[in-house]
């Protein structure tokens, strides 16, 4: 992978988990399941590794991994109370 195919992919996992925590709010949980396969389908070619990034790329990934994760908090905010509720 290039830098620029690495970044690429951040930032398509970046974007489909900003739409999943608006698809969790909106208890969407059809179309929180496809946006959720498709972040995976995105995540594949990393599987294999990612080359290190120098520099500005480097900072972009970085600040990608946290919107990624901020919406994974976000998401969860929602979905583990729904799903204690279930097993409950």
Known sequence: ????????????????????????????????????????????PALGGVPALQGNARQRKIDLLKQILANDRAIRDVTEPWMGRLNG
């Open 1 to 44: 992978m290039t830098s620029t195919e690495v970044l690429s992919m951040y930032e398509n996992i970046a974007g489909l988990t900003s739409k999943m925590v608006v698809a969790a709010q909106m208890s969407d949980w059809n179309g929180l399941d496809n946006l959720e396969n498709q972040c995976a389908a995105q995540a594949v």
